[in-house]
């Protein structure tokens, strides 16, 4: 795809694959999982958990307000909502949404490769910039803010930073899909909803007060 590698050569990132890996080792069975673009297609190689949702098609920027609603509507679940950085950029607002509305059962994880990857490798407009991610986020008010460029620094902290006070960004600098990945599309929307709704409606553990 044109102008895949142009937005990630100089940038010092981690390989994105490893660092949802990661995610997906640590990620607790009563956990909901909410997907977006990218993200969406790469998560289908992790896990097919009931609690997952892959947010597709498109619904770029929806992906935190979805997952916010989900954390209002279930506050005795954590929910983990995977957005890039394109996708955040959209809706900056969502973060001062999330602080103000209480919610502490939610943890964003900012996937920036600095491209808007599943519409040809474009530029963000915070690709190449002095954009802190983690500065928004702490200015917007979230108690637990972390930045990772490195694989090992992401694999040592994850635990301890996924059970922070919420509610929580964690911003990963990752390179791009591995090829094919923008190509999987998994369950049909429709399919997912029915299944996610019957997995929230059963039984939980009560998430520890933050």
């Known amino acids: 795809m044109p102008g895949r590698s142009s937005a990630n050569s100089s940038r010092r990132h981690m390989p994105v694959e490893p660092a949802l890996q990661m995610l997906a080792a640590e990620r607790r069975d009563d956990q909901v999982i909410v997907t977006n673009q990218m993200s969406a297609r790469l998560w289908l190689r992790m896990s097919d958990h009931p ?41 900056l607002g969502c973060l001062v949404t999330v602080v103000d509305s209480g919610a502490a059962n939610i943890t964003i994880v900012l996937l920036d490769n600095g491209m808007y990857e599943v519409t040809g490798g474009q530029k963000t407009p915070a690709s190449g910039s002095s954009v802190d991610f983690a500065g928004l986020a702490r200015a917007a008010g979230f108690p637990t803010v972390a930045h990772y460029r490195e694989l090992d620094d992401w694999r ?55």
């Open 51 to 91: 609690l997952d949702f892959n947010y597709n098609p498109s619904t770029m920027s929806g992906a935190v307000p979805f997952g916010l609603g989900l954390a209002l509507a279930q506050p005795n679940r954590d929910v983990i909502v995977l957005s890039g950085e394109g996708s955040l950029l959209m809706s």
């Open 156 to 210: 040592d902290h994850a635990a301890e930073l996924l059970a922070g006070r919420g509610p929580r960004l964690v911003w990963l600098e990752v390179g791009p899909a591995p090829d094919g990945v923008l190509t999987e599309l998994g369950r049909p929307v429709a399919e997912q909803l029915q299944r996610l709704r019957s997995a929230l409606a059963g039984p939980t553990d009560v998430c520890p007060k933050r």
